[in-house]
């Protein structure tokens, strides 16, 4: 198997209502719109990869229930290589996600006892990729990966949402520490002195803030870049649509601030739709914005 990104994390199947507002205690509501599709950080990261234009696999666990059928049906059509895909009697994790008007969401998150995979649960012996993206939520198949990776010199990445055993296990050995704003706060307080104490454990740091775009530190350089100008509707994928582009980035071999823009650009697409997965930007979409100095 010979890919650009292989993306080795966390499969869902999501969920999303559009709401006027957020549900209060004991409220009754109707939503004004419905989308189902899969989801997940690394299984959007791996959609966004093929969307771009790169070839991409999957690496995860989708159970063999109907929602880990539709997704994995999906990942199929995208053109997504689901060969180190793990199926199982476990559920397929599920996400409802309720979107505001004005892009806020709150998510809801259900595993039931479905746990990470065993290290041996999948082989990737037969996998040459350009770059591997990590997201945390599979820690005993992505530590040996990555760890064979860093021997074979391969660039990793990490998606760092939220601080949990999983990304505190890979933070310290991947190439790019690529996290978000909820990470760094829950690091270390506040972002400035996350980036500070992160980059004596990574290389090079990325802190995604949302609307106000991005800090960054790569050896002695830091530097900011202010995100680009969107009308945002749904911020949900957002930060999966970065990591993905970013992987892309690294792996075609662009220049440090290019890297930076050309997932900014993902990520800001993907704001102006609803739903993570159908809000991943198209070659096309995406080349117009990142193109327009």
């Known amino acids: ?9 966390h499969a869902s199947y999501d969920l999303v209502f559009s709401v006027d507002h957020h549900p209060l205690e004991d409220e009754k509501m109707v939503a004004e719109s419905f989308i189902s599709c899969g989801g997940g950080p690394a299984a959007n990261a791996s959609v966004t990869v093929a969307k771009l234009g790169f070839k991409s696999a999957f690496s995860g666990y989708l159970g063999t229930d109907v929602y880990g059928e539709k997704h994995y049906q999906e990942l199929l059509e995208l053109g997504i290589n689901t060969d180190l895909i793990s199926r199982g009697n476990s559920p397929t994790p599920l996400s409802t996600i309720l979107v505001k008007p004005n892009g806020n969401r709150a998510l809801i998150n259900y595993k039931g006892k479905t746990e990470a995979l065993p290290s041996n649960a999948i082989d990737f012996s037969s996998v040459t990729a350009k770059v591997v993206l990590f997201d945390g939520h599979e820690p005993h198949i992505s530590l040996p990966l990555l760890n064979r990776m860093r021997q074979e010199g391969i660039p990793t990445v990490l998606d760092a949402g939220s601080l949990h ?6 933070m310290d050995r991947v190439d790019y520490l690529v996290c978000s704003e909820k990470f760094a706060h829950q690091f270390s307080g506040d972002s400035i002195t996350a980036l500070t104490r992160l980059a004596e454990l990574s290389k090079v740091v990325v802190i995604t803030q949302g609307e106000r775009g991005l800090i960054w530190q790569r050896g002695h350089e830091s530097g900011k870049l202010e ?17 993905g582009a970013f992987a892309v980035a690294i792996a075609s071999g662009m220049n440090w601030l290019d890297v930076l823009r050309y997932a900014s650009a993902a990520g800001a697409l993907c704001c102006t739709k609803t739903g993570a997965r159908t809000g991943l930007p198209s ?3 995406h080349h117009a914005l990142f193109t327009n100095k």
């Open 227 to 243: 995100a680009f100008p969107v009308t945002s509707i749904d911020s949900t994928g957002a930060g999966d649509a970065f990591h």
């Open 283 to 285: 070659k096309i979409e």
């Open 165 to 170: 055993s999983g990304t505190l296990s890979l």
């Open 1 to 9: 198997m010979t890919i650009d990104v292989l993306c080795v994390g």
